[in-house]
């Protein structure tokens, strides 16, 4: 199963209307960064992005949580197994850390192009308002705002 970010609002004729008679806004109009519309962007996945999207449906399911509880009480009587108190505890400690450290990396590529879809979404939607209302205070702050996100990142 694969997730899917896209929302979709339905538009009557009057504001289909409307919005094709919008004016396509000067890129000065736009700031310093171009904007990215969601429709230019790329919908093919990589092998790594769709690895990380079944990984996401996967893990994020009832029976997977019942499948961690059951390695639990498989191993909490496992004590009786193993002689040592230390190599009962490192088999457990190991088996988490490894899980954990590989399941951060995968859910956190998950969660970014997420993020990266809803900032388009508001580019786009800020786009319009700048474009359909040019003479508002509101739209110099709404100009300043399209793809903050770039220009405030770390990266």
């Known amino acids: 199963m694969r997730v899917h970010c896209d929302v979709v609002f339905p538009l009557d004729t009057y504001a289909q209307n409307r919005l094709a008679r919008l004016p396509t806004p000067a890129p000065e109009m736009l700031g310093a960064f171009a904007v990215t519309m ?5 919908h093919e996945l990589g092998w790594f992005d769709r690895f990380a999207d079944w ?4 893990t994020s399911r009832a029976w997977f949580f019942a499948l961690c509880v059951l390695i639990v ?4 009587p496992s004590y009786f ?10 088999i457990i400690n190991t088996a988490t850390t490894i899980v954990t450290f590989l399941l951060v990396a995968l859910l956190q590529n998950t969660q970014k ?10 580019n786009a939607l800020a786009q319009f308002l700048v474009s359909s209302d040019t003479n508002s205070p509101a739209s110099d702050e ?14």
């Open 38 to 42: 969601p429709s230019d962007e790329s």
């Open 55 to 58: 990984v996401a449906s996967f």
């Open 73 to 76: 009480v498989v191993w909490a």
């Open 81 to 90: 197994v193993f002689q040592s108190v230390d190599t009962w505890q490192l």
């Open 113 to 122: 192009r997420g993020d990266d879809a809803v900032h388009q979404k508001l």
């Open 142 to 155: 709404l100009r300043q705002a399209i793809g903050i996100e770039r220009r405030e990142s770390s990266s």
